[in-house]
């Protein structure tokens, strides 16, 4: 039975764990009571949050009552994101979120492998070479035994119109898993169209009374949880909508055509009361299937969970835990709980009583601490390097959860409502450096770095913060969320690579991590942890002197950082500096990734960044999606549907333009440039473009022409517009040496 989450407490906090009107009242009943009728159940298989059939999903768990669980290869970590600057382990966590918003409206469950969605992928040997073929499927495997599948369907059918290495990957590992598990009856595959030969269409977009909508639109909602991939906007039509599967392989025959994904499959009746409560069922008066389910429950403990559910919602009772403490508990902490059962259906219960194991009671409030030794509840996954394509093996402690459980009497039989909170337990204060990685520009003898320390509790801290090679600072933080930022000054390391640690002394005690929320409205909140660290890497690079560069943000990067640590003056430009400001006075402009994407006001002053160029400013568009394919720049180009990437970081890169000023000054370009790249080269390439446009280099993945469309630039009147769609916001976090020297260059054009 679900509890009420309250103090925003926990882990997946409250707003984003509360149930959906589907789910509750007679409505949510009507479910409960469907799923108790069957045995069957799906393991739905993807590469990739989003990937999934959201009405299909739906129709399985809410109209036909099946157990679905998706798995899904990776958390999508190098997908797009157009709402945050959450990206490789952030936007995991941030996807991670959002399919459990979705599923939430799916009525699934989720799981998920180890792999690390690396980039984009045009072929499965690349996939298959990275995520290691035989630890993958062994993975696969031991989900799919947890499940005990009846039918897998796979999103995928292991072929190349399914159009992404990645998918086609899911596809092989569904094919694989019914090999080896001689448990699943059926095998389907759903990416078909309608006039294809197909084994089953079913329409997902019919009306379900009980519901008042159709599994298409109530999948359709939950779908548009997928924001960090713009998937917000999409709504579902209110007639007809298709589904389409494919019969790949059966145990129990394979005939032509199918009337249900249920045929022919072994599942063992249950007991006939169920099929009694739904003919029986009244909406409203759902207290009148709760006499039969009490007397169900004793005799039938494997389903006694599911049983008790359903009799919560027939009796309408939900459990509140108020929670006395703030968004993170320490180790050591002392909170106190309050709990109430409440009971707002027609039949009355009795003997109500409250429980919170480990605690102390005093009338309602129940006193519990949280173990000094208990470890820190974040985001677990974590990988050895930034090139892994793996997540290391998730850590075996156990997590500390605090269990509530209220009993009461129905009918002469007990009954009992529990549930396991998992609070967020972390340290007293966060400190992160602005970024992970730094460079030092071979000659430079000082580098200062940026550190914030956040409170994360209810008390004042105050303390002394330690940088390697710095002088020590004190803080002072009086709030909830106060934070200092603090930069220190070090000397320039001799080695090539140096690792600078932080540590914040509050009394006796030490700090050493990060400890920061990943978050968006309406869908939870996740924290991710990691080591006080700064990885100072020298590197052999140049920039002109005096450079002054206006930057406008589009959905999040960290270009600007990279531009500030080899000694460029950057501001931040908003609407008001894009529309008033004297934008003659920087050396060059640069427009982060997808901004006209997200930044209505870089589309409508586009005349005055043009008119910038033409005066004689230097104007630097880095990778754009569709949106941008307006023909905003001064001479035509097209990107197409399909726009072109490069997405293997080792692919072969030639220079067009060998005498071109931005591979011979300040820094001379040399093909180890490119070595050592991280995730991709590039994205979002022109297709086509004007003659005044000059391509720069060219690219391609193996079985991929050469792509000229990755970087060009056009002379406008005194000045140069550049569109650049190299990976820059994937390498500047790494500090990855060639691709510094490559933006010293480009953001010195300016000069």
Partial sequence: MRAILCAFLFLASACGAESLAE????????????????????????????????????????????????????????????????????????????????????????????????????????????????????????????????????????????????????????????????????????????????????????????????????????????????????????????????????????????????????????????????????????????????????????????????????????????????????????????????????????????????????????????????????????????????YEPLPTAPDWTIRVSASFRYRGTEHRVEEDLAPVIGPAVSMQFDSAYGIVPSGQSHYEVGLTIRNLTKLPQQGTVHVDGAADQNFTLSKEGEEAKLRFRLSAPRETETIVRALARIGSQDYTVSFLPVTQPGIGVLYRSEPATHLLRKVDVKVAPGLRVGYLMGSGDEVAQGLRQLGVKVEMLGESELEHGDLSSYSSIWIGIRAYAVREDVKRHNGRLLDYVKQGGTLIVQYQTQEYDQNYAPFPYTQGRGAEETSEEDAPVTILAVDDPVFQTPNRIVPADFDGWVEQRGSKFFSSWAPEWKPLVAMHDQGQDPQRGVWLVAKHGKGQYVYCSMAWYRQLPFAVPGAIRLVANLVSLGQ
């Avoid at 599942?267 to 009244?282: E, G, I, S, T």
Wanted: charged share 25%; proline share 7%.
């Fill in 23 to 390: 789910d509750r009242g007679a409505a949510g009943l009507w479910q409960s009571l469907k799923r108790l009728n069957t045995e069957a159940r799906v393991l739905y298989v993807t590469a990739h949050p989003d990937d999934e059939d959201p009405a299909l999903l739906t129709y399985l768990s809410r109209g036909v009552g099946a157990h679905v669980t998706m798995l899904i290869l990776t958390r999508g970590e190098s997908g797009a994101n157009v709402i945050s600057a959450d990206f490789f382990e952030s936007l995991g966590a941030l996807r991670t979120l959002e399919m459990r918003a979705a599923a939430q409206y799916y009525g699934v469950d989720v799981r998920y492998t180890r792999a690390f969605d690396y980039g984009f992928s045009k072929n499965i040997g690349e996939a298959l070479r990275q995520w290691k073929e035989e630890e993958l499927l062994a993975e696969v495997l031991e989900i799919a035994k947890a499940v005990r599948p009846h039918l897998i369907i796979s999103r995928f059918n292991d072929s190349v119109r399914d159009g992404h290495g990645h998918h086609q990957t899911a596809g092989r590992m569904a094919r694989l898993a019914f090999r080896d598990l001689p448990g699943v009856q059926k095998l389907y595959t759903s990416n078909w169209r309608d006039g294809e030969p197909v084994t089953l269409k079913i329409n997902t977009g019919q009306y379900d009374p009980m519901l008042g909508r159709s599994y298409a639109q109530i999948g359709r909602e939950g779908y548009r949880m997928h924001r960090s991939q713009g998937m917000n906007a999409r709504v579902a039509p209110l007639g007809p909508v298709w589904s389409y599967l494919k019969l790949e392989g059966s145990r129990v025959g394979t005939p032509e055509q199918e009337d249900s994904l249920l045929d022919r499959l072994p599942l063992r009746p249950r007991d006939p009361r169920f099929a009694q409560l739904l003919r029986d069922f009244d909406a409203l008066h759902p207290e009148r299937s709760a006499p039969l389910l009490a007397q169900l429950s004793p005799s039938l403990p494997e389903l006694r969970n599911e049983i008790s559910h359903a009799l919560v919602q027939a009796l309408g009772i939900e459990l509140e835990a108020k929670v006395d403490a703030g968004p993170v508990l320490q180790p050591g902490q002392r909170v106190q709980t309050n709990l109430k059962l409440h009971v707002r259906g027609a039949e009355p219960v009795e003997e109500i009583r409250y429980r919170v194991a480990g605690a102390t009671a005093s009338e309602d409030v129940r006193t519990l601490q949280v173990p000094p030794s208990a470890p820190f509840r974040a985001f677990p996954l974590r990988r050895s390097s930034p090139r892994a394509s793996r």
